[in-house]
């Protein structure tokens, strides 16, 4: 079982900046992959930012930027340029597949609210 817990969220200008924090925790949490989504209302839940492959979402390259901190099993999520558009509840993910045949575990956080305003 893997626990994680998002904080950093609020309500900035547009054109500001937030730092989102995902704190990590339970057995094996150093093997998983980790990644940032976001829901907008009315929207699908998107891919943000995953922790490896560089691929952030094209409406965010240059101005989001993920980076952990492993002796922490922290993972964050920096936002700089804020727009009215990015607002939504951000989610911390993490999944690991023991195998390829194997269940893939799969666990998300509560999510934290970004509200950007104009």
């Known amino acids: 079982q893997v626990q994680l817990v998002e904080s950093g969220g609020g309500l900035v200008q547009a054109g500001g900046s937030l730092r989102l924090s995902c704190a990590a925790s339970?057995?094996?949490?150093?093997?998983?992959?980790m990644a940032w989504y976001r829901q907008a209302p009315g929207k699908q839940r998107e891919l943000v930012a995953p922790i490896n492959s560089g691929g952030n979402a094209d409406s965010v390259k240059g101005r989001f930027a993920i980076f952990t901190d492993n002796a922490k099993n922290t993972m964050y999520l920096q936002m700089n340029n804020l727009k009215p558009e990015d607002t939504a509840i951000y989610y911390c993910?993490?999944?690991?597949?023991?195998?390829?045949?194997?269940?893939?575990?799969?666990?998300w956080g509560q999510g934290t609210q970004v509200t950007v305003s104009s």
């Open positions: 993910n993490a999944k690991f597949k023991p195998c390829v045949e194997c269940a893939e575990y799969n666990y």
């Open positions: 339970g057995r094996g949490v150093s093997r998983y992959a």
